[in-house]
């Protein structure tokens, strides 16, 4: 039993269409905001402060996700307007890179300390990104190699690319990926003590990063959509290989056995 495509990418309300991807994307957004309040208010903080710097940090994101997408068009030859929302994609790396680095200057500004509030916020942000994947189901997209397992995902004709035009089921990839974010959610709150104890601030960030970075490895294994790829090696996961170095690197940084000058 396959799991079938989606009715409808969109509804009209009132005679305004609405998309269902961008209200996953909203969703999921909202959910980071709430859990990263949450969170931060649990250590002291301020519940308000912390979404207002989330909600402050949402442009950013935005933005960065686009550039990244626009990026690796213009890499596989296809080059879209950057800033083009309706017409172009969003790439998620794109979205943290901006995104954290917008909830630093939003934490230095406001005096927190910044490693606290960045572990504060990936909890949530793993949860968002779950919920925006869904948003991928209702546009057909992002899907894997062809495959009959139980689970498969029914893609319409119209949505399948070339070459795989007979198949009509494939891996749901973008599902694997929404699994894996929300084991991510909950190894970050299940490790949080631990990494504490044995790193500085800033550590569950870290962890978060090397976590989703080799779950995407993996994810990306079974993609068929056409992105460029540098000796054989698709291009999200070069960078994804690079975000899991280099959260190792901010682990070993963080340790508190190391010696600090």
Same mark, same amino acid.
């Given at each position: ?9 969109? &509804? ?62 213009? $890499? ?110 909950? &190894?970050? &709150? ?33 993609? $068929? ?12 996961? $070069? ?23």
């Amino acid at each position: 039993m396959a799991v079938p495509p989606p009715p409808s990418e969109s &509804l009209v309300l009132a005679g305004v269409e609405v998309r269902f991807y961008p209200l996953c994307v909203l969703a999921g957004f909202l959910v980071f905001m709430l859990v990263t309040a949450r969170i931060w208010e649990r250590g002291g903080g301020d519940a308000v402060d912390a979404m207002w710097a989330c909600l402050l940090s949402a442009p950013m994101a935005l933005v960065g996700a686009r550039l990244y997408s626009a990026a690796t068009d213009a $890499i596989r030859g296809a080059p879209s307007p950057p800033l083009d929302f309706s017409q172009g994609g969003l790439g998620i790396y794109g979205a943290i890179l901006a995104g954290i680095a917008a909830l630093v200057v939003v934490a230095r500004g406001r005096r927190w300390p910044v490693g606290t509030f960045l572990d504060c916020a990936v909890p949530g942000l793993a949860l968002g990104q779950a919920i925006g994947r869904l948003g991928n189901w209702f546009n057909q997209e992002l899907y894997g190699s062809p495959t009959s397992l139980p689970w498969a995902l029914q893609v319409d004709e119209a949505y399948r690319p070339l070459g795989f035009l007979d198949e009509p089921t494939f891996h749901p990839t973008f599902l694997y990926e929404a699994l894996w974010d929300v084991t991510v959610f909950g &190894l970050l &709150l299940v490790l949080w003590p631990h990494l504490w104890a044995r790193f500085r601030p800033g550590a569950v960030a870290a962890a978060y990063v090397a976590l989703y970075g080799s779950g995407r490895i993996a994810i990306e294994v079974l993609r $068929i959509d056409e992105t460029p790829e540098i000796a054989g090696v698709r291009l999200n996961q $070069i960078v994804s290989l690079f975000a899991v170095a280099t959260a190792l690197l901010v682990l070993a940084m963080l340790d508190r056995r190391r010696r600090t000058r």
